[in-house]
């Protein structure tokens, strides 16, 4: 039978004529086992229509029989290849260790499964999904060999194709100067780039994009589930972090975008599924925000100069005004003793005295009309967290060389109070002044300036509490009388400070008085009503 064969495969192609000459009448044989019966031709039929390219080789891989995929798939006819070795469909790019691999598997008795770069016919090279798997005789050696192959060219190229633009993808966001993430309709993070993964580690809020999330749901409430519902983007949403144990603060700013995808996996095959996904990008925009808070200090730092100066003329000249009612209040009551005596001897004095009364009018009626008038202040909701964080920012450089220790200690969610930014400025600026003064004469060993906010049912609590010498009890009504100072050349109000202070906080129907209960050093309290409307300036 193996003489035969061989003049057999030379001049025949298809496996049923070689079967029908080598075995007559196998056909009307039927295949029996535990697992089947069919007639054996039903076997050759199936391996020469298979829709995969099939050869049977000798030990050495000399090609006994191909079907009719093989054809198609190589190029090649039958006379081309039968008598030929495997290596016929090579392209030679093959590493020589992959071969030895094959051969070292088949021969051992193994199925060999793996990819070959093979050459077709008419010099188009393809990629070969082969498997070997090696047919044994009675005796248990290997009497043959079948392969089995698939042309994959074209799925390896899409599946390449996928890798490079999943790969430049990365790249393009790994190069990206923006934190971004892609997360899905459950939260979970798909795709990240090298500033998220930074972020990580530089917040230590756990999961950034769960802690941004978290904080763009709660602040845009319904308006969250609308824009996803209708795939709109969302962008420019600040937030200010502080960082381990509140050491940094950090500004950062969230844009996100939704997007529609098609499932990939198996149970989306007949259903067309698809899931939503969300790429938000997260940008620090910290820079930007303390270049911004320098101009608006800046500006702030202007605005108040201007407006300290006003203030501080307008107060002396009100000031002045009031010293000057004293003696004019004396000289009137001596005009009317004199005008009561009708006495001709004190004519003379009477005279002068009503000139100088009148001068004195003329005088005070001077001063008012030099007196600058301040404009009306605009009512705004305010935060008073914000004006004070303001105010530390425009002391900061005084603090900081007088090396005054600050306790900022900032109720987190205060409620605002309507207001008069400017006037609020203002008012705890001279407060803070005030500190900075005490402390910088004082020789107490530590220095430093408290500030907290807090809040009750009715009311809105600022205290400025500096560790400097206090001010004796004894003193405590008189220093919000106007020129009034404790110290002994007097400040740049001339002791007229704490009266405005008071002044703005009775504007804004508040109330300010030194903690009676505090000794080591001197502790404003200032208290605001949180829902009642303050009478305009
Ligand atoms: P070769 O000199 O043929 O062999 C290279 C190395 O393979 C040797 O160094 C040795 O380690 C090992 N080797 C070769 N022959 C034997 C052997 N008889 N016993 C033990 N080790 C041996 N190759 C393809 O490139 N494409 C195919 O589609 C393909 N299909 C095959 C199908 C079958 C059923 C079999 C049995 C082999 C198939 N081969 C195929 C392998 C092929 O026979 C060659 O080994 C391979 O192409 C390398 O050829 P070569 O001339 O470069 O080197």
Redesign the pocket.
């Known amino acids: 039978m193996k003489k035969n064969s061989l003049r057999f495969l030379q001049t025949h192609t298809s496996m049923a004529n070689v079967i029908d000459e080598l075995a007559p009448g196998v056909f009307e044989e039927v295949y029996k086992d535990e697992r089947g019966v069919v007639p054996y031709n039903l076997f050759v039929e199936t391996v020469e229509q298979v829709p995969i390219a099939i ?1 049977i ?1 000798d ?3 000399k090609i006994l029989y191909v079907n009719e995929e093989f054809i198609r798939v190589t190029g090649y006819q039958p006379e081309d290849v039968l008598g030929q ?3 016929l ?2 392209d ?1 790019r ?1 590493p ?1 260790d992959v ?2 691999d ?2 070292h598997t ?2 051992s008795k193994k199925v060999w499964h793996g990819k ?1 770069c ?1 050459r077709h016919k008419f010099g188009r090279r393809y990629l ?1 999904d ?1 498997t ?1 798997a090696p047919i044994l005789n009675e005796q248990g050696t290997i009497a043959y ?3 089995m ?1 698939r042309d994959i060219t074209e799925s390896y190229e899409s599946e390449k194709i996928g890798i490079n633009q999943k790969l430049l993808i990365e790249s393009v966001l790994n190069a990206s100067p923006i934190a971004m993430v892609v997360i899905d309709n459950e939260d979970r993070v798909i795709l990240d780039n090298h500033n998220y993964k930074a972020l990580v580690s530089d917040l230590d809020k756990g999961e950034p994009a769960h802690y941004f999330l978290k904080l763009l749901r709660d602040e845009m409430g319904d308006l969250w589930s609308e824009l996803q519902g209708k795939e709109q983007g969302f962008n420019n949403r600040e937030y200010k972090v502080e960082t381990k144990g509140g050491q940094h603060t950090l500004w950062f700013s969230c844009a996100g975008n939704w997007f529609i995808e098609n499932e990939v996996n198996v149970d989306a095959f007949f259903e067309n599924t698809s899931k939503q996904y969300l790429i938000l990008t997260i940008t620090d925009i910290t820079r930007q925000r303390k270049h911004i808070e320098e101009l608006h200090i800046q500006t702030l730092k202007t605005m108040m100069a201007e407006d300290e100066r006003v203030r501080s003329i307008r107060e002396t000249l009100l000031g002045a005004m009031h010293q000057i009612h004293l003696p004019m209040n004396q000289i009137r009551a001596a005009e009317q003793i004199l005008r009561h005596k009708r006495d001709d001897q004190n004519a003379g004095l009477l005279q002068i005295l009503q000139e100088i009364q009148q001068s004195g009018e003329e005088a005070v009626a001077t001063m008012q009309k030099c007196i600058p008038e301040i404009l009306q202040a605009a009512l705004i909701p305010i935060n008073l967290n914000q004006i004070l964080h303001e105010v530390l920012l425009l002391s900061h450089q005084k603090l900081w060389s007088h090396g005054i220790d600050v306790h900022w200690v900032p109720l987190s969610s205060l409620p605002k109070m309507l207001g008069s930014e400017n006037r609020l400025r203002i008012l705890f600026k001279q407060l803070i002044d005030n500190a900075i003064e005490a402390l910088s004469g004082s020789d107490c060993q530590e220095q430093h300036l408290r500030i907290t906010t807090d809040q009750d049912a009715d009311l809105i609590y600022v205290s400025i509490e500096d560790s400097g010498p206090g001010i004796p009890v004894e003193k405590r009504a008189k220093v919000f009388e106007p020129f009034y100072s404790t110290r002994s050349k007097g400040g740049n109000q001339a002791g007229m400070g704490l009266v405005m202070a008071k002044e703005i906080v009775i504007q804004h129907q508040g109330f300010i008085e030194i903690d009676p209960s505090f000794d080591q050093g001197c502790r404003f309290k200032i208290s605001f009503p949180l829902r009642r409307h303050v009478s305009k300036e």
């Open positions: 050869s080789t030990k050495k891989a070795n495997e290596s469909l090579s030679k093959t020589r071969y030895h094959l051969w088949i021969s070959l093979n070969a082969l070997i060999y079948i392969g192959h």
